[in-house]
C-alpha cells in the first residue's frame, strides 16, 4: 500500500477542507499559491524545501547570493564545485520569504528534499488549467481516469486494461472530474537515482525513503522497513510535536496577534487624534508666528522712516552749510578779484563778519564723523526671545535701535574737572530715541577739548568703543584753566555738549623746610635763604626772630607759606634752590 493512501489519517481535514483551503490559497491571478513559486512568480520547476521549510524552486534558490562560507581566492563558491576540482563548502543564505538563515548541504541545492506536495498543488493546477490530459501508460489517448493506488492517469482502454490485471484489480480507479472536485490528486514518488522505482522503503540508519534497487546497493546492511510499517511511528512524532508543542503556541501568537492588532488599531486612532490636534495647533501658531512676522516687518518700516528723515534732515544741514559756505567764498573771491580800493575797503566790515561768522559758528563737521547709516546697524536674531503672542512662545527680535544724540549721556567727574599733567576720564552712553541704553557700538563719535581763552591750547583726546553702546574717553590736559569739551555722534552734540571742565593745577610739594627762621635752621649760616621776605643785617641772606620781614610764626623756607600742610606757592629759582639745598644740608 503506498504511503499516500495512509496520510489522511494524520492530516485530519475532510476533503472539502483541503478544497476550500486551496481556494483560499488562490493568488490573485487566480492561480493556487501552493503551486507557485514565490521568488519568479511561476508554477514550481523543481521544488526544494529548505531548512525553514519554505519551498522554492532549484533554480531560484541557486540564484540566491550566499554571504558565508568564503573560498580559498576569497569569492563564494556554489556547490557543484567539487566537480571542478574544488572541495564542497558549506553555504548560508537567507530565505526570500522569512530572512531565516539556512544552511545548504555541502552537495548544494541538489542536495535539499524535493517538495513532492508542492509536485501535486502543480499537477493539479495543470489539470485544472488544461482542457485534456495524455494517458500515462499508452500516452496516446486522453485521460478521462486516474489510478488512486498506481497514481497514474489512464484512457478509457487503459483503464479497463488497469482493471483485467490481477496485480491492480482491487485498485481505486476515478473519473478526473471527480478527482478535480475534490481538489487533490496525488502522484508516485519515484526515487531520483532511479527512474520509475517508487520510494517504498524507510532506511532507519540514514532516516531516508528508498527504493527498492537502493535498498539492495546502498542500504544493504541497514535496517529497511516498509512505508507503510513506519507512517505511525514517525507520523505520531510530527503529530506530537504539532499538536503538544505548536497548536498551542498556535493559540498563544494568535492571542498575542490579536492583541497586537489592537494596539495597532488603538495607536492608529490616538495618532489620528494627536494629528488633528497637531494640525490644530500648527494652524494657530501659524497664525500667532504671521501676527509676530507683521509686528517686526511695521517695526521695521518705522524704523526705516525714522532713519530716512534724519538723513535727510541732515542732508539739509549739509546742503545749507555748503550752500552759506560756498557764496561766502564765491563773494569773496569776486571782491579781491573785481572789487577797486575803495569797494574793498567799503564791504570789508560786513564781510569779515560773514567769512569771521562762518568760519568760527559754521557747520563744519568732519566727513568721517557724519552719519552714514546703510542700515548696517540693524540686524535680526532669529534666535532671541520675544515674548508671547496669542499665548504662543516666539523668538525672533528686530535690534534697530539707533542713536539719539539728544538722549545720550555723559557719567564721570573727568568731563567737569581735571587736574594738570593728570589723566582725566568720562564714559559716553549712547541711548535710542527711547531712552534705552544701545547694546552695540560702531556709531561715529569725535570729543574735543579745547581751552576757552587759548584757542590754540587743544588737549588730544582718547575714545575708545566698549562695543556696548558706550564710550572709554580719556584725555590728560598739560595747562590748568578752563575748556569747553564738544562731544558729538554723528556730527551732533551730545545732551549738554559743550560742557565746562575746569583743569586744577598740579598739586605743587614744598622743597623746602618748615622752620622758624633761616638763621636757626641753618645755625647762622649768612648765606642760607628764605622764602619769606625778612632780612637781617650783618649779610645775612635769610630771616631772623624779630627782624624786619619775619611772619612771626613758623613757615615754609621754599614760599614762606605759613601753613604746614598747603600747596606750594611760589616756584623758586636755581638760586634759591642751592641756597635751600644748603640750609637743608645745614
Known amino acids: 500500500m503506498s504511503l499516500r493512501e495512509v496520510k489522511p489519517v494524520y492530516e485530519h481535514k475532510s476533503e472539502s477542507e483541503i478544497k476550500s483551503k486551496n481556494a483560499v490559497k488562490g493568488n490573485e491571478n487566480g492561480r493556487n499559491s501552493r503551486a507557485v513559486c514565490r521568488v519568479c512568480d511561476r508554477m514550481f520547476r523543481e521544488p526544494k524545501i529548505l531548512p525553514c521549510l519554505h519551498t522554492f524552486c532549484a533554480d531560484c534558490i541557486r540564484q540566491i547570493e550566499p554571504f558565508s562560507a568564503l573560498g580559498a581566492e576569497g569569492k563564494r563558491p556554489w556547490p557543484g564545485d567539487e566537480g571542478r576540482g574544488r572541495s564542497p563548502l558549506p553555504l548560508t543564505v537567507l530565505c526570500p520569504e522569512c530572512d531565516s538563515e539556512v544552511d545548504l548541504p555541502s552537495s548544494g541545492v541538489d542536495g535539499l528534499t524535493t517538495d513532492h506536495l508542492a509536485l501535486d498543488e502543480v499537477f493539479m493546477e495543470t489539470l485544472l488549467m488544461e482542457d485534456s490530459v495524455l494517458c500515462d501508460l499508452c500516452s496516446d489517448g486522453d485521460a478521462g481516469k486516474r489510478c488512486e493506488v498506481c497514481c497514474v492517469n489512464l ?105 497586537v492588532e489592537i494596539s495597532q488599531e488603538a495607536l492608529k486612532t490616538r495618532t489620528e487624534t494627536l494629528a488633528g490636534e497637531i494640525r490644530a495647533f500648527a494652524r494657530s501658531y501659524a497664525s500667532a508666528v504671521e501676527a509676530h512676522c507683521c509686528s517686526l516687518l511695521q517695526t521695521l518700516e518705522e524704523v526705516r522712516v525714522q532713519r530716512r528723515n534724519q538723513l535727510n534732515l541732515q542732508s539739509v544741514q549739509l546742503q545749507q552749510a555748503l550752500s552759506d559756505a560756498h557764496e561766502g567764498v564765491e563773494f569773496a573771491e569776486r571782491l579781491l578779484t573785481c572789487g577797486s580800493e575803495a569797494e574793498i575797503l567799503n564791504a570789508k566790515g560786513v564781510t569779515m563778519r560773514r567769512l569771521m561768522s562762518l568760519v568760527e559758528c559754521g557747520y563744519d563737521p568732519h566727513p568721517a564723523m557724519v552719519s552714514h547709516d546703510n542700515g548696517s546697524s540693524m540686524y535680526f536674531l532669529p534666535q532671541e526671545s520675544a515674548g508671547q503672542v496669542d499665548g504662543f512662545p516666539m523668538v525672533g527680535v528686530l535690534h534697530a535701535k539707533t542713536v539719539d544724540p539728544s538722549k545720550c549721556t555723559i557719567e564721570g567727574e573727568g568731563v567737569q574737572q581735571g587736574v594738570e599733567g593728570q589723566q582725566g576720564e568720562f564714559t559716553l552712553v549712547c541711548k535710542d530715541s527711547a531712552g534705552e541704553p544701545l547694546s552695540k557700538g560702531g556709531d561715529p563719535v569725535l570729543v574735543s577739548i579745547v581751552h576757552k581763552d587759548r584757542k590754540d591750547c587743544i588737549v588730544e583726546t582718547t575714545v575708545v568703543d566698549n562695543g556696548d553702546g ?28 559743550p560742557l565746562a571742565l575746569t583743569v586744577k593745577r598740579k598739586f605743587r610739594h614744598h622743597r623746602g623746610i618748615f622752620h622758624c627762621c633761616s638763621f636757626c635752621s641753618s645755625g647762622g649760616a649768612k648765606e642760607a635763604r628764605c622764602g619769606c621776605t625778612g632780612t637781617m643785617p650783618g649779610g645775612f641772606q635769610g630771616c631772623g626772630h624779630g627782624h624786619k620781614g619775619h611772619p612771626g610764626k613758623p613757615h615754609w623756607s621754599c614760599c614762606g607759606n605759613v601753613v604746614e600742610g598747603s600747596e606750594c606757592v611760589r616756584s623758586l629759582g636755581p638760586g634759591t634752590l642751592r641756597g635751600h639745598v644748603r640750609t637743608v644740608e645745614l
Do not use: M
Not at 546502498?218 to 499538536?243: A, E, K, P
Not at 574717553?473 to 556730527?491: F, I, L, N, Q, R
Open 470 to 497: 558706550s564710550y572709554a574717553v580719556s584725555y590728560t590736559p598739560v595747562e590748568p584753566g578752563s575748556y569747553s569739551v564738544w562731544v558729538c555722534v554723528k556730527a551732533q552734540h551730545v545732551k549738554g555738549s
Open 155 to 259: 484512457c478509457d482502454f487503459c483503464s479497463q486494461a488497469h482493471r483485467r490485471q490481477k496485480r491492480t484489480s482491487s485498485h481505486s480507479i476515478y473519473s478526473l472530474e471527480e478527482l478535480k472536485s475534490r481538489g487533490r490528486l496525488s502522484r508516485p514518488v519515484l526515487c531520483s537515482l532511479h527512474p520509475g522505482q517508487e520510494l517504498r522503503l524507510f532506511c532507519e540508519p540514514c532516516d531516508l525513503a528508498v527504493c527498492l534497487e537502493c535498498a539492495a546497493a546502498f542500504h544493504r546492511d541497514h535496517q529497511c522497513n516498509s512505508t507503510h510499517d513506519v507512517i505511525y511511528q514517525h507520523g505520531d512524532r510530527i503529530r506530537q510535536l504539532v499538536s503538544g508543542s505548536l497548536r498551542p503556541r498556535l493559540g498563544r501568537l494568535e492571542e498575542a496577534l490579536r492583541r
